[in-house]
C-alpha cells in the first residue's frame, strides 16, 4: 500500500433517504492534479470528503459489491484499492504502465486497464491481485470498454487513430477500427450492437457496428457562439433506459444531450470549464459533469436540460463515479 498517505476528512451529517434514486447516491470524483478523490452527497450537493491517493488520478468506478473503490493512479503505475467505508488505501494492483482508464468487467471480476505510456491493455484478476493477461495495442491506449455479452474489449488508440478490438477467448486483438483524430473513450449500448466512439481532435462521436467493426454513422456538434476547435468530445454515457447519450464535449463548455434512436442532438447544457468525464444516477434523472478547469462538479436535471447545482471538489477533476 502506498506509503506516507493520509486520510483528510470533514463529514458532515445526512439524511436518511431512499436507495437507488438520484437522491441517495454517493459521488466519487478522481482530481488529476490534486492527487485526490473528493466525496459526494447527491441529495445536498455537498462535498463530505476528500480522500489523499497516488499520483495523477483518473479512472475511477466501484467494485460489484460495493465495498471499493478502484483508481488509476497513472504517475504511481497502479490501480489502488480504497475502502469506501473509511477512505484509507488498502491495496495496490499490478496495472501495468501509466493506467488511465478501465472497465470493470460485467461479472466484476477483472480489470481492464488501458496503459497509456505501455501501449497496452492489461486485464487485472481481482481475485489473486494479480495480472491475467496482457495484450499489445496501439499508441496511447485511454478508453477502454466490455461488450455486454463479455466477448469483446475495445480500446481506443489516441496516436494511431483506431479502436483495438480484443477477442477475449483467444486474448489477442483482432481487428482495429478507423477513427476520426484522438478517439479517447468507448462505450457499448445496452445491447451491444454499437459502440459509441469519442473522437477528441476529430470533434466527433462515431459509432461503430460491432459484428462488422465498421463506423456506420458520424455525430458532428455545432454550439452557437462556440468556436468548432473547442468542441472536444472526450467521455459519453447512456441513460439507464438506454434512449439518452450524455457527451462530455470538453473546452466547449458543454455536454450534449443525443437522442440515441436518431442520432441527434436534443440539447446542449452548458456546465463548468473543460469537461472530461460525465457519470449519471440509477434512476437517469440526472448526470454529474467532472469539470477540469473550473474545479467542480456540474448537477444536470436531464428532464429540462439545465444545471440544478455545482459542487466544489479538488484540482482538475477528470473522472467520476456514482454508487448508491
Request: with cysteine.
Given at each position: 500500500?502506498?506509503?506516507?498517505?493520509?486520510?483528510?476528512?470533514?463529514?458532515?451529517?445526512?439524511?436518511?433517504?431512499?436507495?437507488?434514486?438520484?437522491?441517495?447516491?454517493?459521488?466519487?470524483?478522481?482530481?488529476?492534479?490534486?492527487?485526490?478523490?473528493?466525496?459526494i452527497d447527491a441529495a445536498t450537493q455537498t462535498l463530505i470528503a476528500t480522500w489523499s491517493v497516488g499520483g495523477r488520478p483518473r479512472g475511477i468506478t466501484v467494485s460489484k459489491d460495493g465495498k471499493y473503490i478502484y483508481l488509476c493512479a497513472s504517475t504511481d503505475h497502479a490501480v489502488?484499492?480504497?475502502?469506501?467505508?473509511?477512505?484509507?488505501?488498502?491495496?495496490?494492483?499490478?496495472?501495468?504502465?501509466?493506467?488511465?482508464?478501465?472497465?470493470?468487467?460485467?461479472?466484476?471480476?477483472?480489470?481492464?486497464?488501458?496503459?497509456?505510456?505501455?501501449?497496452?491493455?492489461?486485464?487485472?484478476?481481482?481475485?489473486?491481485?494479480?495480472?491475467?493477461?496482457?495484450?499489445?495495442?496501439?499508441?496511447?491506449?485511454?478508453?477502454?470498454?466490455?461488450?455486454?455479452?463479455?466477448?469483446?474489449?475495445?480500446?481506443?488508440?489516441?496516436?494511431?487513430?483506431?479502436?483495438?478490438?480484443?477477442?477475449?477467448?483467444?486474448?489477442?486483438?483482432?481487428?482495429?477500427?478507423?477513427?476520426?483524430?484522438?478517439?479517447?473513450?468507448?462505450?457499448?449500448?445496452?445491447?451491444?450492437?454499437?459502440?459509441?466512439?469519442?473522437?477528441?481532435?476529430?470533434?466527433?462521436?462515431?459509432?461503430?457496428?460491432?459484428?462488422?467493426?465498421?463506423?456506420?454513422?458520424?455525430?458532428?456538434?455545432?454550439?452557437?457562439?462556440?468556436?468548432?476547435?473547442?468542441?472536444?468530445?472526450?467521455?459519453?454515457?447512456?441513460?439507464?433506459?438506454?434512449?439518452?447519450?450524455?457527451?462530455?464535449?470538453?473546452?466547449?463548455?458543454?455536454?450534449?444531450?443525443?437522442?440515441?434512436?436518431?442520432?441527434?442532438?436534443?440539447?446542449?447544457?452548458?456546465?463548468?470549464?473543460?469537461?472530461?468525464?460525465?457519470?449519471?444516477?440509477?434512476?437517469?434523472?440526472?448526470?454529474?459533469?467532472?469539470?477540469?478547469?473550473?474545479?467542480?462538479?456540474?448537477?444536470?436535471?436531464?428532464?429540462?436540460?439545465?444545471?440544478?447545482?455545482?459542487?466544489?471538489?479538488?484540482?482538475?477533476?477528470?473522472?467520476?463515479?456514482?454508487?448508491?
Amino acid at each position: 500500500m502506498r506509503k506516507g498517505k493520509t486520510m483528510k476528512s470533514i463529514w458532515l451529517a445526512g439524511l436518511f433517504l431512499l436507495p437507488g434514486t438520484a437522491f441517495g447516491e454517493t459521488l466519487y470524483v478522481s482530481n488529476e492534479r490534486g492527487n485526490s478523490v473528493s466525496v459526494i452527497d447527491a441529495a445536498t450537493q455537498t462535498l463530505i470528503a476528500t480522500w489523499s491517493v497516488g499520483g495523477r488520478p483518473r479512472g475511477i468506478t466501484v467494485s460489484k459489491d460495493g465495498k471499493y473503490i478502484y483508481l488509476c493512479a497513472s504517475t504511481d503505475h497502479a490501480v489502488q484499492v480504497i475502502e469506501r467505508a473509511t477512505g484509507k488505501i488498502v491495496a495496490e494492483l499490478p496495472s501495468g504502465e501509466d493506467p488511465e482508464q478501465f472497465f470493470l468487467s460485467r461479472d466484476g471480476e477483472t480489470l481492464f486497464v488501458a496503459n497509456e505510456d505501455g501501449a497496452a491493455l492489461t486485464a487485472i484478476d481481482l481475485a489473486t491481485k494479480s495480472v491475467a493477461f496482457q495484450v499489445d495495442v496501439g499508441g496511447e491506449p485511454e478508453g477502454v470498454a466490455q461488450s455486454p455479452d463479455g466477448r469483446w474489449v475495445a480500446v481506443t488508440s489516441e496516436e494511431d487513430n483506431v479502436v483495438n478490438w480484443i477477442d477475449l477467448k483467444s486474448k489477442a486483438m483482432v481487428e482495429e477500427t478507423p477513427t476520426d483524430l484522438r478517439p479517447r473513450h468507448v462505450e457499448f449500448t445496452a445491447d451491444g450492437k454499437e459502440l459509441w466512439i469519442a473522437a477528441e481532435v476529430g470533434g466527433t462521436v462515431q459509432i461503430a457496428d460491432t459484428a462488422t467493426k465498421k463506423v456506420i454513422a458520424t455525430l458532428n456538434f455545432e454550439i452557437p457562439g462556440v468556436g468548432a476547435h473547442r468542441i472536444l468530445p472526450c467521455g459519453i454515457r447512456f441513460t439507464p433506459d438506454g434512449r439518452t447519450a450524455i457527451v462530455a464535449l470538453g473546452r466547449a463548455d458543454h455536454v450534449a444531450l443525443v437522442d440515441v434512436a436518431t442520432r441527434t442532438v436534443r440539447a446542449y447544457v452548458p456546465v463548468g470549464k473543460r469537461v472530461w468525464h460525465v457519470a449519471v444516477s440509477a434512476d437517469g434523472t440526472r448526470a454529474y459533469s467532472a469539470n477540469g478547469l473550473s474545479d467542480n462538479v456540474s448537477v444536470i436535471d436531464l428532464a429540462n436540460a439545465k444545471v440544478v447545482g455545482t459542487v466544489a471538489v479538488g484540482t482538475a477533476p477528470w473522472g467520476i463515479a456514482i454508487a448508491p
